[in-house]
C-alpha cells in the first residue's frame, strides 16, 4: 500500500482513512503534520461583571472538566479492589523468586524446575540491601521477617550450592 493510498475514500460507504502519523515510513516529517493539528477554538473565559455603581462582580466559576483519559478510568467503587501492596508482599515476593531460582518451587507456569545459582544470589543480594537500606525505618514485625527470609534463603543457598 502506498503512502498515497492511506487517505482515500470507500466507494461503497464513504468510509475516509487519513494518516494521521507526524512522519512518513522513511522517516521524514510529513509536510501537513509541520503546522500541527488544527486548533480547536476554547469558549472565551466569562468576564468580570461591572455594575452601574463601579462595583465589579467575580466572574462565576465553572468546575472543571476531568481530561479524556480520565473520563476513560472505571471509578474505584466500580473495581474489585486489588490487594494492597507492601513492605512485607515485595519481600515476601524476592523470597519466592530466590526459592524459584533454587530449584525449590515450582513456576505457576509449570515446567521443569531448573537451578540457577547466579538468579539466586542475586535475589538474596537484593533482599540484603533491603535490609540494610530500611534498617530503623521498619517495625519489629518487617524487620523479624526480612532477617529471618535471609537467614534461611543464605543457608539454603549454601546447601544447593554444594
Known amino acids: 500500500m502506498k503512502e498515497n493510498d492511506l487517505e482515500k475514500e470507500d466507494k461503497t460507504g464513504g468510509f475516509r482513512v487519513k494518516d494521521r502519523r507526524r ?69 515476601m515476593s524476592l523470597a519466592h523468586q530466590a ?6 518451587t515450582e513456576s505457576v507456569h509449570g515446567g521443569t524446575r531448573q537451578v540457577d545459582k547466579g538468579a539466586a544470589k542475586e535475589t538474596i543480594d537484593i533482599l540484603s540491601m533491603l535490609e540494610m537500606k530500611t534498617r530503623g525505618n521498619l517495625d519489629e514485625e518487617e524487620e523479624r521477617m526480612i532477617q529471618e527470609i535471609l537467614h534461611e534463603l543464605r543457608i539454603t543457598y549454601v546447601r544447593v550450592a554444594k
Open 23 to 91: 512522519f512518513d515510513s522513511d522517516g521524514n516529517e510529513r509536510p501537513e503534520s509541520v503546522a500541527g493539528p488544527a486548533e480547536v477554538s476554547k469558549p472565551a473565559a466569562p468576564q468580570a461583571t461591572t455594575h452601574r455603581n463601579g462595583t465589579q462582580e467575580a466572574a462565576p466559576r465553572s468546575t472543571p472538566k476531568p481530561d479524556r483519559q480520565e473520563a476513560l478510568k472505571p471509578d474505584r467503587q466500580e473495581t474489585r479492589e486489588e490487594p494492597s501492596v507492601s513492605f512485607s508482599s515485595l519481600i
Open 99 to 104: 526459592l524459584l531460582h533454587l530449584g525449590l
